[in-house]
Protein backbone atom coordinates (compact mmCIF):
# COMPACT_ATOMS: atom_id res chain seq x y z
CA UNK A 1 0.00 0.00 0.00
CA UNK A 2 1.40 3.60 -1.01
CA UNK A 3 0.75 6.79 1.36
CA UNK A 4 -1.72 8.13 -1.27
CA UNK A 5 -4.20 5.00 -0.54
CA UNK A 6 -5.12 5.72 2.73
CA UNK A 7 -7.61 8.35 1.94
CA UNK A 8 -10.27 7.78 4.91
CA UNK A 9 -7.70 6.72 7.20
CA UNK A 10 -7.65 7.82 11.35
CA UNK A 11 -4.59 6.84 13.27
CA UNK A 12 -5.23 5.41 16.25
CA UNK A 13 -1.95 5.61 17.25
CA UNK A 14 1.16 8.22 16.88
CA UNK A 15 5.02 6.97 16.63
CA UNK A 16 7.25 9.71 16.46
CA UNK A 17 11.12 10.23 15.75
CA UNK A 18 13.37 12.58 17.84
CA UNK A 19 16.17 14.31 15.99
CA UNK A 20 15.11 16.93 13.15
CA UNK A 21 11.31 15.87 13.55
CA UNK A 22 11.14 17.01 17.71
CA UNK A 23 14.03 18.18 18.49
CA UNK A 24 15.78 20.86 16.64
CA UNK A 25 18.88 18.49 17.44
CA UNK A 26 20.41 17.64 13.48
CA UNK A 27 21.39 20.98 12.50
CA UNK A 28 24.73 21.13 14.93
CA UNK A 29 25.63 18.26 13.97
CA UNK A 30 27.16 19.27 10.56
CA UNK A 31 29.69 21.62 11.56
CA UNK A 32 31.04 18.99 14.21
CA UNK A 33 31.26 16.88 11.95
CA UNK A 34 33.71 18.61 9.87
CA UNK A 35 35.89 20.44 12.54
CA UNK A 36 35.95 17.28 14.34
CA UNK A 37 36.97 15.41 10.91
CA UNK A 38 39.58 18.55 10.18
CA UNK A 39 41.11 17.76 13.47
CA UNK A 40 41.92 14.43 12.10
CA UNK A 41 42.70 15.20 8.50
CA UNK A 42 39.63 14.39 7.03
CA UNK A 43 37.77 16.11 5.27
CA UNK A 44 33.93 15.44 6.20
CA UNK A 45 31.90 16.75 3.26
CA UNK A 46 28.11 17.82 3.85
CA UNK A 47 27.01 14.98 1.29
CA UNK A 48 28.68 12.25 3.88
CA UNK A 49 26.85 14.23 6.74
CA UNK A 50 23.71 14.29 4.98
CA UNK A 51 24.09 11.04 4.25
CA UNK A 52 24.12 9.69 7.90
CA UNK A 53 21.39 11.52 9.30
CA UNK A 54 18.18 9.23 10.35
CA UNK A 55 20.37 5.86 10.66
CA UNK A 56 22.06 4.13 13.62
CA UNK A 57 25.31 4.44 14.08
CA UNK A 58 26.17 0.87 12.47
CA UNK A 59 25.15 2.44 9.37
CA UNK A 60 26.89 5.63 9.91
CA UNK A 61 30.20 3.70 10.03
CA UNK A 62 29.78 1.61 7.41
CA UNK A 63 29.25 4.96 4.75
CA UNK A 64 32.08 6.62 6.52
CA UNK A 65 34.44 3.47 6.28
CA UNK A 66 33.10 3.12 2.01
CA UNK A 67 34.07 6.99 1.85
CA UNK A 68 37.32 7.01 3.68
CA UNK A 69 38.47 3.59 4.21
CA UNK A 70 38.84 1.04 6.76
CA UNK A 71 41.55 2.71 9.15
CA UNK A 72 39.18 5.95 9.43
CA UNK A 73 39.04 6.60 12.97
CA UNK A 74 35.26 6.63 13.65
CA UNK A 75 35.62 6.05 17.59
CA UNK A 76 37.94 9.45 17.77
CA UNK A 77 35.92 11.18 15.22
CA UNK A 78 32.85 10.55 16.96
CA UNK A 79 33.85 10.98 20.45
CA UNK A 80 34.83 14.68 19.31
CA UNK A 81 31.64 14.80 17.63
CA UNK A 82 29.66 13.98 20.75
CA UNK A 83 31.13 16.43 22.96
CA UNK A 84 31.12 19.52 20.29
CA UNK A 85 27.37 19.20 20.53
CA UNK A 86 26.91 18.17 23.90
CA UNK A 87 28.47 21.50 24.75
CA UNK A 88 25.62 23.03 22.18
CA UNK A 89 22.61 21.12 23.38
CA UNK A 90 23.78 22.12 27.20
CA UNK A 91 22.71 25.11 25.93
CA UNK A 92 19.15 24.18 25.48
CA UNK A 93 17.05 21.69 23.32
CA UNK A 94 14.49 23.83 20.91
CA UNK A 95 11.11 21.85 20.22
CA UNK A 96 10.52 21.88 16.69
CA UNK A 97 7.22 24.48 15.66
CA UNK A 98 3.81 22.77 16.25
CA UNK A 99 5.28 20.01 18.42
CA UNK A 100 3.58 20.51 21.95
CA UNK A 101 0.46 21.70 19.94
CA UNK A 102 0.09 18.48 18.05
CA UNK A 103 1.24 16.00 21.51
CA UNK A 104 -1.29 17.72 23.57
CA UNK A 105 -4.33 17.51 20.88
CA UNK A 106 -3.28 13.81 21.02
CA UNK A 107 -3.37 13.44 24.83
CA UNK A 108 -6.60 15.17 25.09
CA UNK A 109 -7.82 12.84 22.18
CA UNK A 110 -5.98 9.79 24.62
CA UNK A 111 -4.46 8.49 21.60
CA UNK A 112 -1.61 6.67 22.43
CA UNK A 113 2.33 8.13 21.48
CA UNK A 114 6.08 6.93 21.23
CA UNK A 115 9.30 7.28 20.07
CA UNK A 116 11.21 5.47 17.71
CA UNK A 117 14.37 7.08 17.19
CA UNK A 118 18.10 5.46 15.82
CA UNK A 119 19.49 7.38 19.16
CA UNK A 120 20.97 5.08 21.68
CA UNK A 121 18.61 5.03 25.00
CA UNK A 122 20.98 6.99 27.11
CA UNK A 123 21.94 9.76 24.69
CA UNK A 124 17.80 9.98 23.89
CA UNK A 125 16.71 10.23 27.06
CA UNK A 126 19.15 12.70 28.07
CA UNK A 127 17.82 14.71 25.28
CA UNK A 128 13.91 14.61 25.88
CA UNK A 129 14.73 15.53 29.34
CA UNK A 130 16.72 18.36 28.33
CA UNK A 131 13.91 19.52 25.99
CA UNK A 132 11.39 19.15 29.09
CA UNK A 133 9.28 16.43 27.20
CA UNK A 134 10.22 12.83 28.11
CA UNK A 135 7.46 12.34 30.09
CA UNK A 136 4.48 12.95 27.20
CA UNK A 137 5.70 9.53 26.29
CA UNK A 138 4.06 6.13 26.32
CA UNK A 139 7.16 4.54 25.52
CA UNK A 140 10.57 5.21 23.96
CA UNK A 141 12.18 2.46 21.80
CA UNK A 142 15.57 3.19 20.67
CA UNK A 143 18.47 2.43 17.98
CA UNK A 144 20.73 0.24 20.13
CA UNK A 145 16.98 -1.73 21.59
CA UNK A 146 17.02 -3.65 17.09
CA UNK A 147 19.34 -5.30 15.07
CA UNK A 148 18.32 -3.65 12.50
CA UNK A 149 17.85 0.35 12.00
CA UNK A 150 16.31 2.50 9.79
CA UNK A 151 15.69 2.14 7.24
CA UNK A 152 14.63 -1.49 8.62
CA UNK A 153 10.86 -1.41 9.85
CA UNK A 154 12.35 -3.12 13.23
CA UNK A 155 12.46 0.11 15.19
CA UNK A 156 8.99 0.58 14.30
CA UNK A 157 7.49 -2.95 14.56
CA UNK A 158 9.08 -2.52 18.11
CA UNK A 159 7.21 0.36 19.08
CA UNK A 160 3.52 -0.37 18.03
CA UNK A 161 4.36 -3.92 19.46
CA UNK A 162 5.15 -1.99 22.75
CA UNK A 163 2.41 0.60 22.50
CA UNK A 164 -0.08 -3.09 22.12
CA UNK A 165 -1.17 -1.67 18.66
CA UNK A 166 -1.33 -3.05 15.03
CA UNK A 167 0.90 -1.18 13.08
CA UNK A 168 -1.94 -0.81 10.40
CA UNK A 169 -3.50 1.58 12.91
CA UNK A 170 -0.30 3.62 13.38
CA UNK A 171 0.84 6.87 12.00
CA UNK A 172 4.69 7.35 12.08
CA UNK A 173 6.41 11.09 11.83
CA UNK A 174 9.49 11.49 10.58
CA UNK A 175 11.88 14.03 8.57
CA UNK A 176 14.61 11.69 7.02
CA UNK A 177 14.46 9.36 4.41
CA UNK A 178 15.67 6.42 5.93
CA UNK A 179 12.72 6.98 8.56
CA UNK A 180 10.17 7.04 6.11
CA UNK A 181 11.35 4.06 4.22
CA UNK A 182 11.44 2.20 7.30
CA UNK A 183 7.86 3.10 7.98
CA UNK A 184 6.65 2.25 5.08
CA UNK A 185 8.02 -1.52 5.08
CA UNK A 186 6.58 -1.74 8.75
CA UNK A 187 3.09 -0.82 7.02
CA UNK A 188 2.64 2.52 9.00
CA UNK A 189 1.33 5.08 7.36
CA UNK A 190 3.86 7.96 7.26
CA UNK A 191 3.83 11.39 7.93
CA UNK A 192 6.79 14.00 6.46
CA UNK A 193 7.69 17.25 7.91
CA UNK A 194 11.33 18.60 6.45
CA UNK A 195 14.17 19.24 8.48
CA UNK A 196 17.46 18.53 6.87
CA UNK A 197 17.32 16.60 3.62
CA UNK A 198 14.69 16.15 0.85
CA UNK A 199 13.97 12.60 0.48
CA UNK A 200 14.03 10.97 -3.52
CA UNK A 201 10.67 10.84 -5.53
CA UNK A 202 10.16 7.28 -5.01
CA UNK A 203 10.60 7.88 -1.13
CA UNK A 204 7.79 10.23 -1.61
CA UNK A 205 5.35 8.10 -3.30
CA UNK A 206 5.47 5.84 -0.18
CA UNK A 207 4.34 9.13 2.20
CA UNK A 208 0.67 9.24 3.28
CA UNK A 209 1.10 13.30 4.57
CA UNK A 210 3.40 15.85 4.27
CA UNK A 211 3.42 19.35 6.57
CA UNK A 212 5.94 22.31 6.66
CA UNK A 213 5.14 21.84 10.44
CA UNK A 214 3.72 19.09 13.18
CA UNK A 215 1.22 21.70 14.07
CA UNK A 216 -0.28 21.79 10.50
CA UNK A 217 -0.91 17.65 11.69
CA UNK A 218 -3.35 18.18 13.90
CA UNK A 219 -6.54 17.75 11.65
CA UNK A 220 -5.10 13.95 11.38
CA UNK A 221 -6.73 13.19 14.79
Not at 168 to 193: K, M, N, T
Request: aromatic share 8%; charged share 25%.
Amino acid sequence: MTGKDRKDFRPEAAIFDMDGLMLETEAPFAPAWVQAGKEAGYDIGPEIIQATIGIDGEGTRRILTEKFGPDFPLRKIWDQVIRLVTEDFERGIALKPGLIALLDHLSEKKIPVGVATSTRRDGALWKLTKAGIEDRFEIITCGDEVVNGKPAPDIFLLAARRMGVDPSICVGFEDSPPGLLGLHRAGIASVFVKDQVQPSPEILATVWKTYPDLGQALELF
